[in-house]
């Protein structure tokens, strides 16, 4: 099948455009960027405050909507193939996928340093800080110039009620593939490292995996209920009869992520750039004072570049062996989860079932790498990881029993 799926702009676009002059002024007090210097000050107000005369008002942000701004949409594929083998068994593979475009997007085009590269402003690097349009600060410019591309094929197989015992299985494979340039709006990382593209008049240089790309992921369930008692009837059958015990087992490989090189960045952090391939390390302790904290690289020799014009790395043409975004992987994660159900027919029409369920079974913590602190500095850094973290920095859940009751009618 074929179908085509638009989306609409969200609010905090048009929002956002409530704060732009003449009604507010969103200014930086950035020293060394509006200002040549802020000593340390008591005043609530900073360089502004005075108690007589005026103070000049820094260059204000702005939130710019590209006025022919084009609605998002995706092009959506999908086709299946079902077949029933015997009485019981069943075989379907699934093919999905999407072309993203016009996907919006965020993008910085007035930082310090525009005006000197691409308006050839004359400046000594180290102190290039004119921008493309002098009379603002940044301007944020909300576009549609985003795409992504998605590809999955999905295989199932059931078997009902294997030889009448009452055990029923589903074995699920996935492979997927999703690429984009920006996978939320604001950045292209999960870390929020810079705002919208590394380079915001060359999209493409981000194009990559995105950072939601599982590429494989299984899951194997079964159902088993107990048959014995199916016949019984009295205090027996309210007893023994309606047991349920269903598993559910799930395994996937880890999500991408990037590392960034912060040497000689000024507003926008680059990738790291490395000559050879980096080795992984995990589960090697970094220290013996670092509780549940591990090496995964311990990165040397890396390279460090910047501009020749400003002196920093926040502008283009970078080296050719600036990494890929997304190429690094997190380790792959699994789970179990089960539940145990009593079901008991209280009328014709209604049945009570008592249910048990316990998620993360074993209690076990999938090891996790700390994006947050995955970048380097001056050619070496070491990026760690623990069990338990989860991209967001956060830990993974720990077990959970829950009891519940549920009426069926």
């Not at 820094?58 to 083998?85: C, D, G, K, M, W």
């Not at 059958?237 to 559910?248: C, E, R, V």
């Not at 690094?328 to 209604?350: M, Q, S």
């Amino acid at each position: 099948g074929y179908s085509i799926g638009y989306q609409r702009n969200f609010g905090n676009v048009t929002y956002n455009v409530l704060f732009n002059p003449p009604n507010y002024a969103v200014v930086d007090l950035i020293s060394g960027s509006n200002f040549g210097t802020i000593p340390a000050t008591a005043a609530n107000f900073g360089p502004l405050s005075g108690a007589s005369g005026s103070a000049a008002l820094p260059a204000s942000e702005l939130r710019a909507v590209n006025p022919h701004i084009p609605q998002a949409y995706a092009h959506l594929f999908s086709t299946s193939l079902e077949h029933q083998f015997f009485q019981n068994h069943h075989l379907e593979l699934d093919y999905s996928g999407s072309v993203g475009v016009h996907l919006y997007d965020i993008a910085n085009e007035n930082f310090p340093g525009t005006g000197n590269v691409y308006l050839g402003i004359p400046c000594t690097p180290g102190s290039c800080v004119a921008p493309l349009n002098p009379q603002y600060g940044n301007i944020n410019v909300r576009g549609g110039n985003a795409i992504s591309n998605y590809n999955a094929m999905n295989v199932r197989y059931d078997i009902q009620d294997i030889s009448h015992t009452g055990i029923t299985l589903r074995m699920n494979y996935t492979w997927s593939h999703a690429i984009d340039e920006l996978s939320d709006t604001f950045s292209a990382s999960g870390n929020q490292f810079n705002l919208g593209y590394t380079d915001p008049f060359n999209p493409h240089l981000d194009y990559g995996d995105a950072e939601f790309d599982n590429r494989h992921r299984v899951v194997l369930s079964m159902v088993y209920a107990v048959p014995f008692f199916r016949h019984t009837s009295g205090i027996a059958k309210y007893l023994l009869d309606g047991w349920q015990f269903a598993p559910i087992f799930s395994a996937r490989t880890g999500a991408p992520y990037s590392i960034y090189d912060l040497t000689n960045a000024a507003n926008v952090y680059p990738r790291l750039m490395y000559p050879g391939a980096l080795g992984m390390t995990s589960n090697v302790p970094r220290s013996l004072t670092g509780a549940n904290t591990y090496q995964v690289f311990n990165i040397t020799g890396a390279t460090t570049y910047a501009n020749p014009i400003t002196g920093n790395s926040d502008f283009g043409p970078y080296p050719s062996d600036m990494t890929g975004r997304d190429i690094f992987r997190l380790p792959g994660t699994w789970n179990l989860d089960a539940g145990l159900y009593k079901e008991t027919k209280i009328t014709e029409r209604v049945n009570l079932q008592l249910r048990l369920e316990a998620y993360n079974v074993f209690n076990h913590a999938n090891f996790g790498v700390n994006i947050g602190g995955a970048y380097i500095f001056g050619g070496s850094g070491v990026i760690t990881g623990g069990y338990g973290l989860l991209p967001g920095g956060t830990y993974g859940d720990n077990r959970n029993v829950q009891l519940g009751l549920k009426v069926i009618f």
